[in-house]
């Protein structure tokens, strides 16, 4: 069974960069799209993002233009970057495994069969 | 507030079945598939149904799923004190291109 953990900076102040990694062990990050979620206190979860270790990305339209998403396979990780941070990007972090395909009526299956425990960012002034 | 829509709480007896409702909409359930998830605070979120119905390895038989239209709902049966936990619904949406979520639902065992 595959198992994420994230890391993190943990408290940040306004505008800063978030950069988080995920690091995957116990199987490959070869050929699997990997994902980032986060739950803000007291909300519920939200989509940010997914990355293929071909380097494909597709952001969620809410973090166009400050999210960024990559892999590095030799060190079977995988990463964020969100830009400009504020108040509102206060929330827990996670990482996941992404499996999607769809079938012959386009129909979308799209899911996450295994998850980090989560790392919570602060921010504040 | 989220585009999937479950009850914030639902509780049963110990051996007693119980029903998780996810509503949504024609963009994400209606024409999609729906999965669902356990998650207990301070723990990785456990998959427990995929493609609407379907059990990932390791996954008692207690635990199943079904869709209808834009609903999905998930149903655990012989309710053990262990699955107090918060479940929560997720399905691609089209129109928005990004994965969606319910609010999640605490389970509660009385």
């Known amino acids: 069974q595959v198992q994420l953990q994230e890391s993190g900076p943990g408290l940040m102040k306004p505008s800063e960069t978030l950069s988080l990694t995920c690091t995957v062990s116990?199987?490959?990050?070869?050929?699997?799209?990997w994902i980032w979620i986060r739950q803000p206190a007291g909300k519920g979860l939200e989509f940010i993002g997914r990355?293929?270790?071909?380097?494909?990305?597709n952001y969620s339209p809410s973090f166009k233009g400050r999210v960024s998403m990559s892999v590095d396979s030799s060190k079977n990780q995988f990463s964020l970057k969100l830009t400009s941070v504020t108040a509102a990007d206060s929330a827990i972090y996670y990482c996941?495994?992404?499996?999607?395909?769809?079938?012959?009526?386009?129909?979308?299956?799209?899911?996450?069969?295994?998850w980090g425990q989560g790392t919570l960012v602060t921010v504040s002034s | 507030q989220s585009v999937l829509t479950q009850p914030p709480s639902v509780s049963a007896a110990p051996g007693q079945k119980v029903i998780i409702s996810c509503s949504g909409s024609?963009?994400?359930?209606?024409?999609?598939?729906v999965s669902w998830y356990q998650h207990l605070p301070g723990s990785a979120p456990r998959l427990l149904i995929y493609?609407?119905?379907k059990r990932p390895s390791g996954i008692p038989d207690r635990f199943s799923g079904s869709k209808s239209g834009t609903s999905a709902t998930l149903a655990i049966t012989g309710l053990q004190t262990g699955d107090e936990a918060d479940y929560f619904c997720?399905?691609?949406?089209?129109?928005?291109?990004?994965?969606?979520f319910g609010g999640g639902t605490k389970l509660t065992a009385l």
């Open positions: 116990g199987g490959s990050i070869s050929t699997y799209f």
């Open positions: 493609d609407n119905d």
């Open positions: 024609s963009s994400n359930i209606g024409n999609n598939y």
């Open positions: 997720a399905s691609w949406d089209s129109s928005l291109s990004a994965a969606m």
């Open positions: 990355v293929h270790t071909s380097g494909n990305t």
């Open positions: 996941a495994r992404c499996l999607r395909s769809y079938d012959s009526f386009s129909r979308y299956s799209y899911y996450f069969d295994s």
